[in-house]
C-alpha cells in the first residue's frame, strides 16, 4: 500500500489559499485567537485540496470536505473528500510543520508532535498500557521526554486513522517499544485490528517525532513530499 506524506511549513495567508475555504472552515480559521493557529489551519485544507485535485484531475476550489465528527457531527473531525472514496486523507500540525498523508483507500492517520515541556510520567499513566508503562518507567531520565512523544505520536496516528480519534482509549492499545520500529503488539479496542495496522515512523527533526498509520493487509509503502512550494506559488 502506497502512502504519500506531504510537508509544509504552515504558510501566511493569501486570497488565493483563503479563498478554498468552505463557509465552515472560514468560520473555524477565523475563531483560532493566533496567527499561527489559522496558519496551521489554513495550510492544512488548503494542502488536502491540491493534492485531492491532482489526484482526480480538477481544480482545488472544486474539493469539497467533509469534517464531521462521528460523536457529535461538528466539524473537528478527520476529514473526508467528499465523493472520492478512493482518497483517503490525514492531517496533523505541530510547532512548524504541517503534514498531510494520502492514500488510495486504505484507512489513514498521521501525526507529528513537537517535543516540547510538559509532564510526561502524568501523560502515561493515562494514555499508556500496564505493559508500556511498566517499559517506560525503565526509560533513562534523559530520554523519557523524547520516547513519550514517540509513543504519543505513534499512538496519535492509530487512532486518527480509525476516524474516530480520541474517543478510542491510547491505553487500549499496545505499542512495541519506543526505539523499535512502531507496530501494534495488542489491541483491546474493537476499532483496532492489530494485525492489520502497518506503521512507520516520519522523520522530522530532532525537536520532533512523527508516524503514519495504515488498515491495510499489506506493507506499507511511504513516499515523502515537500509541499512547500505548491501552497506559496
Not at 485544507?45 to 469534517?67: F, H, N, Q, S, Y
Not at 479496542?189 to 516520519?202: G, N
Request: aromatic share 6%; glycine share 6%; with cysteine.
Amino acid at each position: 500500500m502506497r502512502c504519500d506524506v506531504w510537508w509544509a511549513a504552515p504558510v501566511v495567508a493569501t486570497p488565493r489559499l483563503v479563498a478554498l475555504l468552505d463557509g465552515v472552515e472560514r468560520g473555524r480559521y477565523g475563531a483560532y485567537r493566533k496567527e499561527i493557529d489559522q496558519r496551521r489551519f489554513l495550510t492544512g485544507r488548503a494542502l488536502i485540496r491540491m493534492i485531492a485535485a491532482e489526484r482526480l484531475g480538477v481544480e482545488p476550489a472544486t474539493i469539497k470536505l467533509d469534517a464531521s465528527c462521528f460523536g457529535c457531527d461538528k466539524p473537528h473531525g478527520k476529514p473526508r473528500v467528499v465523493g472520492a472514496s478512493g482518497i483517503e486523507v490525514s492531517v496533523s500540525h505541530s510547532g512548524a510543520w504541517v503534514a498531510l498523508a494520502v492514500t488510495d483507500g486504505a484507512p489513514v492517520g498521521v501525526d507529528v508532535e513537537e517535543i516540547r515541556d510538559t509532564e510526561v510520567d502524568n501523560l502515561a499513566g493515562i494514555a499508556f498500557s500496564v505493559a508500556e508503562r511498566e517499559t517506560f518507567a525503565a526509560v533513562p531520565a534523559e530520554l523519557r521526554r523524547p520516547a513519550f512523544f514517540t509513543y504519543w505520536s505513534r499512538k496519535e496516528a492509530v487512532v486518527k486513522a480509525t476516524g474516530k480519534g480520541m474517543s478510542v482509549p491510547m491505553s487500549s492499545l499496545t505499542l512495541s517499544p519506543h526505539d523499535e520500529p512502531p507496530r501494534v503488539v495488542h489491541s483491546e479496542s474493537s476499532e483496532v485490528d492489530a494485525d492489520a495496522v502497518r506503521m512507520a515512523d516520519l522523520e522530522a527533526g530532532s525537536d520532533y517525532r512523527a508516524c503514519v498509520a495504515a488498515f491495510t493487509p499489506t506493507p506499507l509503502e511511504v513516499t515523502v513530499h515537500d509541499a512547500t512550494d505548491r501552497l506559496i506559488r
